[in-house]
Structure formats: C-alpha cells, structure tokens
C-alpha cells in the first residue's frame, strides 16, 4: 500500500511541476529574452555612440583615418599556391 501511494505522488509531482512549466514558460523566456537584450545593449551601445558622434563629412572629403602601427605583420609564409587539373 505505501509503494503504491509513493508511486501515486511521484506522479501527481511530476504531472504538477510539467503543468507549472506550462504556465511560467511565457514569463521565463521574457525575462531571458529582457536579460540578453540589455547585455547586448550594454556590449554595443558604446559602439552607436561613438559612431553618431563623428561629425558628417562634405560630399566629395576624403577622410583617413589611420590604425596603430603596433601590429607586426608576420612574415611566415605557409607555401604557394599551385593550380592544378584533374587527370580524369
């Protein structure tokens, strides 16, 4: 009689908690979707900024606008490359 009222509330928990994950589904993934949203926002947000606050150019002006010249450019090369047909 007790193992089958255990298996009884393994049931009625399991029933349950698939029917709560039903209904908190919705809430769940707008609250993941808010989350993501503001991280993404927070990444590139100084991204927009920066670019909204170049001042536009005359049509016809050239601008240049040059990297640093800290980085090596490396200079191993891996081989050449060798065209080649198929011999069918």
């Known amino acids: ?3 089958l009222k255990t298996i009884l509330i393994i049931l009625l928990v ?11 589904k919705p ?3 707008r609250y ?3 989350k993501a949203g503001s991280h993404f ?7 927009a900024n920066q670019n909204q606050n170049k001042p536009k ?3 016809g002006e ?3 606008d040059k990297s640093s010249s800290n980085k090596q450019k490396s ?4 081989g050449e490359y060798v065209d080649y047909e198929e011999v069918e």
């Not at 926002?41 to 991204?47: Q, T, Y």
């Not at 200079?75 to 891996?78: D, E, G, L, P, S």
């Open 1 to 3: 009689m007790t193992f």
């Open 14 to 24: 399991y029933f349950g908690l698939k029917i709560l994950f039903r209904l908190a």
């Open 27 to 29: 809430y769940l993934l």
């Open 32 to 34: 993941i979707a808010k």
């Open 41 to 47: 926002e927070k990444s590139f947000g100084n991204f």
């Open 57 to 59: 150019e005359n049509e």
């Open 62 to 64: 050239i601008s240049i």
């Open 75 to 78: 200079k191993n090369t891996v």
